[in-house]
């Protein structure tokens, strides 16, 4: 920080004017999941400068996220100097989140419902903290970092364990919606005969494109993202070769609706959707050239997210500095 409270634990009034983060300014991520909680020190300009993964034996409740979260931080004050650098926390949640408090709305798969989140967090660690869907910060990392770097119009769409976020920037700002639900591309019909999504509405895309159907097709159990690349790759199976034909003409339903109705320059995939992209990108561009407007089709290419696994570290960091930049008086 270039000046504030010398003390962040224990900020009182308002802080100076002239808050601004200096260029040692650092940013800490917070990722909770169902199997661990991931923290992350993040220096300006998206340099992840340390992640600490743990691990838990069970889906963890809200309060139990805040607690191992206070813990990691804790064990990294020191050696950042977090007093003095840190200008607040960002947190990635794989679930619906109103952005103007932080409040967890739904977090299907961690099972947290209207969990006060941002507010219990602050209270933990005595740092200001914002908190995001999970996609939208990754959106946000990849037009900053990543893919989308200087581009003003692009979707982003991630494919993972538990389904598939999405996100866009448009005219050069997150796409956020009312209360920052925007951009669930994963609940967008692309099969009006499909299967009943946990969402309640049917043939939802995450219910037709998925991780678990591609690992049963190529018969693997859990691999990581680049294991299940390499396997689809290699397969010379032709059940494999029509399931992947099968979640790229899918796909594709999602991707034409997405350029008809946002006319972005460029469509970011990541996770195993990145891989699908990998393995027969020529198919993917046809099926959705073939059924966009021309008009909309001819200005937006397709790309892989760059970031990788640091990806959601970059974002949720980001998030805390460019709250900090755009209102200052907020914190
Ligand atoms: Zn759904």
């Given at each position: 920080m270039v000046e504030s409270e010398p003390n962040s634990r224990n900020q009182v009034g308002r802080p100076s004017p002239i808050v601004r983060p200096g260029p040692r300014a650092l940013g800490i991520a917070i990722n909770p999941e169902i199997d661990s909680?991931?923290?992350?020190?993040?220096g300006l300009g998206g340099t992840v400068l340390r992640r600490v993964r743990f691990s838990v034996d069970h889906v963890p409740s809200a309060a139990e996220a805040v607690a191992i979260s206070a813990q990691l931080i804790d064990s990294l004050r020191e050696e950042f100097d977090l007093a003095h650098r840190a200008v607040g926390v960002g947190v990635a949640v794989p679930g619906l989140v109103r952005t103007h408090d932080g409040l967890v709305r739904l977090a299907p798969h961690l099972g947290w419902v209207d969990e006060?989140?941002?507010?219990?967090l602050e209270e933990a660690i005595g740092l200001p903290v914002v908190a995001a869907n999970d996609a939208r910060l990754g959106t946000l990392a990849e037009s900053i970092f990543g893919a989308g770097r200087g581009l003003t119009d692009l979707v982003y769409l991630n494919g993972g364990a538990s389904g598939i976020g999405g996100g866009a920037i448009v005219n050069g700002a997150p796409l956020?919606?009312?209360?920052g639900y925007a951009g669930e591309f994963g609940h967008t019909l692309v099969n009006s005969s499909g299967v009943i999504c946990h969402c309640g509405a049917r043939g939802c895309l995450e219910t037709e494109v998925?991780?678990?159907?591609?690992?049963r097709a190529?018969?693997?159990a859990d691999v990581d993202a680049d294991e299940l690349e390499n396997a689809l790759l290699a397969s010379d199976s032709p059940i494999v070769a029509a399931e992947i034909i099968r979640q790229i003409d899918t796909l594709a339903i999602t991707l034409r609706n997405a350029i008809?109705?946002?006319n972005p320059q460029l469509i970011v995939l990541g996770g195993f959707l990145g891989a699908l992209y990998a393995v027969d990108a020529a198919r993917l561009e046809l099926r959705?050239?073939?059924?966009s407007l021309p008009s909309a089709r001819d200005s937006v290419r397709i790309a892989r997210a760059e970031l990788g696994t640091r990806l959601l570290m970059i974002g949720a960091a980001e998030l805390a500095f460019e709250s900090i930049l755009s209102d200052p008086s907020s914190f």
């Open positions: 909680i991931t923290v992350g020190i993040v006060p989140l941002a507010e219990m956020r919606g009312i209360s998925s991780r678990s159907s591609l690992l190529v018969g693997l008809n109705t946002l959705v050239g073939e059924q």
